[in-house]
């Protein structure tokens, strides 16, 4: 319980909240990605995309899973391609150097004008429990146009961030093991 004393006026009122808070080891702890599904090209075809792609990064046929950082897998037009991504040229905190802030800032943002993905209605999130299947679903119904696979942010990275005082970007982890929780009503 956390206890918020305030005043009001001249008489003192005195609220209580309460939140639950867990703490588990940083080895016990894995971080899965948390995906993005795009729901169109801005008005490019896949082919245009791969080529406006290709002028600022390398893409190469790839699989669904990066397998290291600084690579996302991208879903497009029923392939997986490996889009490497920039290094920041000047890293001024921890955030810079995470992969979902890379794709963001170099191709989510100027290629797709996906501004702000906390607001943006073209974009999509799946955790990294749903897998890769998930993202070609999404892509092969017609409900996203392109699907980026993320590598995992570490847990290192994590406490970087922390460490510095920052917040870490939108639906940039899914964590294991979930607790489980839920609300009980029981009518009197």
Partial sequence: MVRVTGHAREDVSERLYAFLAVAFPHDQVSIL??????????????????EALRRTHRVEPGPAVPVKKGDVAMFLAGHWYTVTLNPHPDPRSPIDGLDVSALQDQILGPLLNIGD?????R??????ARGTEGLERAVGSGAGAVAFSLYPVSVADLMAISDAGDIMPPKS????????????????
């Fill in 33 to 50: 990605p948390y995906n993005r599904v795009i729901k169109d090209l801005n008005g490019r075809r896949p082919g245009e995309l791969l």
């Fill in 173 to 188: 982890t899914w964590f294991e093991p979930k607790l489980r929780d839920g609300l009980l009503i029981h009518e009197i």
């Fill in 123 to 128: 974009i999509d999130f799946l955790g990294g």
């Fill in 117 to 121: 993905p906390r607001v943006d209605k």
